[in-house]
């Protein structure tokens, strides 16, 4: 056996393990989208400030290069066990059921199998530190600064995937929002700093050693939070069985996440390589507000996972379909509305925030918004799969799509640009889309009758509304800032206002409105 102190709590005396308090899962949800919305403004506030002064202070080519390494620094997360996602999960399907000790024992488990996977991801991101230079495609006056740079944000990495234990059992316990405000304070802090390194002339490295700042203090702000808030955590006894069990669990999961990054954080990396550390500047920026959308939305649908979690462990599917698909019917809907938006006013957005020579064209303007969407869906469906921890199928399905990616990517990006980029990432994860749909439905064992004209519905008013704002797109090029203010918003409500009536099933506006009307605004539980 593994001895590892143990934390003693109340909650571990005889009798009140069974008086577990009854979980409002609609305000839970509510509490924890609300939460990462908070921190999620934070960050799209703070981009929306300081990307402009990066732009101009670093020049376009460095600033692509600081895009570029911010993702390259994520493949060292491919010898990543992916343990405290396999934690959450597990005290998610097993916090009414199982005792304090056994979940103290889970928590141990975890933190060793993390133990054991950091020395290769140091390995591995000493080899991509080594090779970023040649990937970023800099003057090799730059080789020193890039792998400088990149060997500070993969420490960064390192630091939090120790603290993000105590994230872990936060958000498998279902209380993310007790973290609210704080981790946002800590972003817009964050990008004061970047601010102020940036303008002192600083350059990469300081903003690399900002990073590690932030990552330090977020890390000790969860840590005071779980102490505060979960009554059982700590560590508690743990088995060498026990530990082998959570790196199986872990390797499919170490295995979701290599196929996950290079299929979704990939693309500025292969842009970067193929056509140059510009050209990703103009994607970048270019997919700052149709991400800033989508980033909105899974902060929603993240914070109504962990209970989801919780479905599959009492099996209770007919009410897991009911919220996936009023999730679905959620995304299809401010997707449909943001995406007119984007459509229409991304050109304007973009010289208004940066400046003119930015925008690709309105091509891919609309291409970015599809693969955005679709990705929105995949994510969504992956979310759920992953709350099953059965990820055999999704690992399969995520492997080839990545294999046609790149083999798309290499052929396409050389002769389309940023266009080529996008259409390869539609098609490679189509396939992924469908096969994780058969799985959904295999696994949630529970499927809702439904006349073929119902099921066309969303997809027929989507491709109405995103080709009539393509259409009225190619009659203007910009429009003032002002303007803007004032038409963005009419727009994603027309939009919105068209969809919800004519896109949704009536089953679906039912059940949306039963779920806003039941939430308790200032409750805090």
């Known amino acids: 056996m593994i001895d ?18 009854k979980e409002n899962l609609k305000q839970r949800a509510y509490l924890n989208g609300l939460t990462s919305i908070i921190d999620f403004a934070a960050v799209q506030i703070t981009g929306l400030l300081v990307s402009p002064i990066l732009v101009h202070t670093l020049g376009g080519v460095m600033y692509g290069a600081w895009k570029v390494i911010g993702q390259l620094t994520g493949y060292a997360t491919l010898a990543d066990s992916r343990a405290t996602q396999v934690l959450k999960w597990t005290i998610a399907k097993k916090k009414d059921i199982a005792g304090d000790e056994e979940l103290r024992s889970d928590v141990t488990s975890a933190f060793f199998v993390t133990l054991f996977i950091l020395p290769l991801i140091l390995i591995g991101g000493s080899v991509i530190s080594w090779y970023a230079p040649y990937i970023t495609r800099v003057d090799l006056q730059y080789y020193s600064l890039i792998r400088i740079t990149c060997a500070l944000l993969l420490f960064s ?13 936060l958000r498998g316990m279902n209380l993310g929002f007790k973290r609210m405000g704080m981790r946002s304070g800590i972003i817009l802090g964050g990008g004061a700093l970047k601010v102020f390194v940036i303008t002192q002339h600083y350059g990469l490295i300081g903003l690399a050693i900002v990073q590690i700042i932030i990552t330090l203090v977020t890390g000790l702000t969860f840590y005071w939070i779980v102490k505060k808030t979960v009554g059982w955590f700590g560590f508690g006894k743990t088995s060498l ?15 979701n996440t290599i196929t996950d990054t290079i299929l979704t954080s990939s693309d500025k990396v292969l842009l970067g390589f193929i056509a140059g550390p510009m050209l ?8 700052f507000l149709p991400l800033a959308i989508q980033g909105l939305l899974f902060r929603v649908i993240v914070g109504a996972i962990p209970g989801i979690g919780k479905l599959f462990g009492l099996q209770e599917y007919s009410k897991i379909y009911r919220v996936w698909d009023c999730m679905n019917g959620l995304i299809f809907l401010l997707t449909m509305a943001t995406g007119v938006t984007v459509i229409l006013f991304n ?31 995949i994510r969504h469906d992956g979310f759920i799969i992953n709350a099953t921890l059965d990820l055999k199928r999704k690992v399969y399905l995520c492997f080839v799509s990545s294999i046609i990616f790149i083999a798309f990517g290499f052929i396409l990006i050389e002769r389309l640009g940023i266009a080529g980029l996008c259409i390869s990432l539609i098609c490679s994860k189509f396939l992924l889309f469908v096969g994780q749909r058969r799985v959904l439905k295999n696994k949630m064992q529970y499927a809702r009758a439904m006349a073929p004209l119902n099921r066309m519905r969303p997809l027929a008013a989507s491709i109405f509304l995103l ?5 009225i797109s190619t009659f203007f090029e910009t429009v003032s800032f002002i303007k803007m203010l004032v038409l963005a918003p009419l727009s994603f409500m027309l939009s919105f206002v068209f969809f919800y009536l004519v896109g949704l099933r009536k089953e679906q506006r039912v059940e949306l409105l039963a779920i806003i009307s039941s939430i308790k605004l200032f409750k805090s539980n």
Not at 157 to 169: G, P, T, Y
Not at 241 to 255: R, T
Request: aromatic share 14%.
């Open 241 to 255: 069985k026990k530990v082998l069990y959570f790196c199986k669990l872990s390797g499919w999961n170490m295995a």
């Open 157 to 169: 990495m390192v630091i939090a995937k120790v603290f993000d234990l105590f994230e872990a059992v």
């Open 347 to 377: 050109n304007s957005f973009l010289k208004a925030w940066v400046g003119d020579g930015f925008f690709a064209d309105h091509l891919v303007n609309v291409l970015l918004v599809v693969m955005i969407f679709q990705d929105t869906l």
């Open 467 to 471: 080709s009539c704002a393509s259409y």
């Open 4 to 21: 590892v102190a143990v934390t003693k709590t109340k909650a571990e005396e005889p009798g009140e393990q069974s008086l577990k308090p």
């Open 280 to 287: 990703v500047s103009s994607y970048a920026l270019g997919t």
